[in-house]
């Protein structure tokens, strides 16, 4: 019985979370499609592959960009103490944050994954079959895997503007820094520099699979991939384990 007490407040809370963040997930459903349609309509490709790629990219953008949005309310929330009128019984501490990672976390992804394919469906539906699976799969792989690494600091530090700087650096800044060292190394022609360049590489590709395969940097892609839904795991269950031993809330 407290199970389910435990589980409908918690369905609740996720709801109430849902709804007031909604325009977010609204804004993110309306400019992906918006984009979509409008490179459909005025911009050539030679190939419908290389066409899906670039808009994967570019509209990967703008979801990266709104998870960084979704965590950033979770942390004024927990940062101001206003979750304390919900978490009595029987909503748990456990259960507000699987309510905040569901709607902070997911929620943005399945909006963009939904926003992404729908007009393909209207437009023209063969057009998904020239699409990659595997690039769908480490996108949303890569997005959610850093969008956690940001949530556990906001759990840890609830500080909104380590968020936000966290978030620019994980999901621009470092990128372009990994992406600029390996072509500074891999150039340099000597044993080091070329072991080196081997060891950012597999960074990048622990890091950002996604943009591996998009740069064609794919010699460690398979096992960035890999470390990447590992390293995932590790941060939802230590998110959990801290919600249920450490957490309070009280500003």
């Known amino acids: 019985m407290r199970d389910k007490l435990e589980l409908k407040a918690t369905q609740a809370y996720a709801s109430y979370l849902f709804n007031t963040t909604a325009r977010w997930n609204l804004a993110l459903a309306i400019i992906t499609p918006f984009l979509v349609i409008f490179f459909y309509s005025f911009t050539y490709f030679p190939s419908l592959s290389e066409f899906l790629r670039m808009l994967l990219a570019l ?6 960009l709104f998870s960084i949005i979704a965590v950033y309310y979770f942390t004024l929330d927990v940062s101001r103490g206003t979750s304390t009128v919900f978490l009595s019984q029987p909503l748990t501490r456990r259960g507000y944050v699987v309510a905040w990672m569901l709607t902070s976390v997911a929620a943005p992804a399945l909006s963009y994954a939904l926003s992404f394919l729908v007009p393909f469906l209207i ?9 990659d699976p595997q690039s769908y799969v480490l996108l949303f792989l890569e997005g959610f895997t850093i969008s956690m ?4 600091t906001a759990l840890l530090t609830r500080s909104p503007g380590l968020v936000v ?3 620019v650096s994980l999901h621009i800044l ?3 820094i990994l992406s600029a060292l390996y072509v500074f190394l891999t150039v340099s022609q000597n044993q080091a520099t070329s072991i080196s360049a081997d060891a ?3 960074l990048f590709s622990f890091l950002y699979p996604f943009r591996s395969k998009l740069g064609m940097m794919v010699s460690y892609i398979e096992a960035g ?10 941060l939802v269950i230590a998110a959990l384990t801290y919600a249920r031993r450490r ?5």
């Open 123 to 131: 437009l023209d539906a063969s057009m998904l079959a020239y699409s």
């Open 149 to 152: 690494m940001i949530f556990n």
């Open 174 to 176: 470092l990128p372009s």
């Open 247 to 251: 957490l309070e809330v009280t500003a």
């Open 200 to 202: 950012v590489l597999l």
């Open 165 to 167: 700087t966290l978030g």
């Open 59 to 64: 509209t990967g953008i703008i979801y990266y």
């Open 225 to 234: 991939a890999y470390l990447n839904a590992v390293t995932a795991s590790v």
